[in-house]
């Protein structure tokens, strides 16, 4: 399985982006995917998760602000990000997990700041 991650930039306070993420392959309604983030100094950390049936989870600090939603059609999971603060400053990973494999993508670096 290979993700490719998109949508990270620049962006000030209270902003919005959209992190999409493709994967390849021909299973991806079966993947459990989401969203992970890494801030310098600090391990990486589970953002949102989607699973096969649509239901998803988020951490407590994103929760109200972040959306994740799939669209299996286009193999594609998305991370619409808003009301953006500085703490949420790190590079977001996409992950699939499939039967206990986990795959990562390369990443994207999102930056508040004004």
């Known amino acids: 399985v290979q993700l490719q991650a998109s949508g990270g930039g620049l962006v000030q306070p209270g902003g919005s982006l959209r992190l999409s993420c493709a994967a390849s392959?021909?299973?991806?309604?079966?993947?459990?995917m989401g969203w992970y983030r890494q801030a310098p100094g600090k391990e990486r950390e589970l953002v949102a998760r989607i699973t096969v049936g649509h239901n998803t989870n988020y951490a407590d600090s994103v929760k109200g602000r972040f959306t994740i939603s799939r669209d299996n059609a286009k193999n594609t999971v998305y991370l619409q990000m808003n009301s953006l603060k500085p703490e949420d400053t790190a590079v977001y990973y996409c992950n699939a997990l499939q039967i206990g494999v986990n795959y990562w993508g390369q990443g994207t670096q999102v930056t508040v700041s004004s």
């Open positions: 392959g021909s299973a991806f309604s079966f993947y459990v």
